[in-house]
């Protein structure tokens, strides 16, 4: 299996233990990788909501096995994606991750039902 790409609200479903976040088994996980760029995404979440800066990094990176930075053709990825997912909203991070799900040719998960609706050369699980 190739490496699961986990979203934001992924990542925020497991360090919270939201609904959902029991479909992330501890075998995925420890193969799950995250854009650099989700991971801003978290740790800005974590901020808002009271924690330290340390903790917040360490928590964000907690359900993920490895991090991947926000490469040029992850850019020419996500920025490629804005047609096919303007009627959806999606933001730079939701693309961030869909760009490096379709770079590893990898599975993506996230809590965004309107993701869904996406018709990507990759599998999108939604966990609620």
């Known amino acids: 299996m190739n490496k699961p790409v986990l979203d934001s609200s992924a990542i925020l479903a497991v360090i919270n233990a939201e609904p959902g976040h029991e479909k992330l088994t501890g075998e995925l996980l420890t193969q799950a990788v995250a854009s650099t760029v989700n991971l801003a995404e978290v740790q800005a979440k974590l901020l808002s909501r009271g924690w330290l800066s340390d903790l917040a990094w360490q928590d964000a990176n907690g359900p993920i096995n490895e991090s991947i930075r926000f490469e040029p053709e992850h850019a020419r990825i996500a920025g490629d994606l804005v047609p096919a997912t303007k009627h959806l909203g999606l933001s730079l991070g939701d693309r961030a991750c869909l760009a ?3 770079a590893l ?3 993506v998960y996230t809590t965004d039902k309107s993701w869904k609706n996406l018709k ?3 599998p999108v ?3 609620r």
């Open 125 to 127: 699980h939604v966990i």
């Open 120 to 122: 990507l050369k990759v």
């Open 105 to 107: 040719n990898a599975p």
């Open 100 to 102: 490096l799900a379709l």
